[in-house]
């Protein structure tokens, strides 16, 4: 494993909740595992159909399973960015608390 770790119950039994909450605020800014791997993967492939002339090609041309994101993001709600940076505050207290940078 890419994190040198084989035995995620134990790991998971040393993690706080400070740092599993520091994974997901990662995880929802830069994906990680099969997802980012799926996406790597598209985007070559698309990448590989346009040099071919394929015009405006799509990630479901190369991963049928994946789903095209629409062109509109919807915004966040105040409450939505408030509920965010609360959890980044929470864990960066914590990663202090720990004596990390």
């Known amino acids: 494993m890419a994190a ?29 595992g099969e997802d980012a791997a799926d996406e790597r993967t598209a985007a070559l492939g ?6 071919g002339g394929v015009k405006h090609p799509k990630k479901s041309d190369v991963l049928p399973w994946m789903k095209e994101a629409k062109a509109v993001r919807r915004r966040q709600t105040p409450e939505e960015m408030k509920a965010v940076l609360s959890m980044a505050k929470q864990a960066m207290m914590m990663r202090g608390k720990r004596g990390e940078k």
């Open 4 to 32: 040198g770790r084989v035995d995620v119950d134990a790991m998971l039994e040393e993690m706080d909740a400070g740092l599993f909450r520091e994974w997901m605020i990662y995880d929802s800014i830069r994906p990680i």
């Open 46 to 51: 698309m990448i590989s159909m346009a040099k």
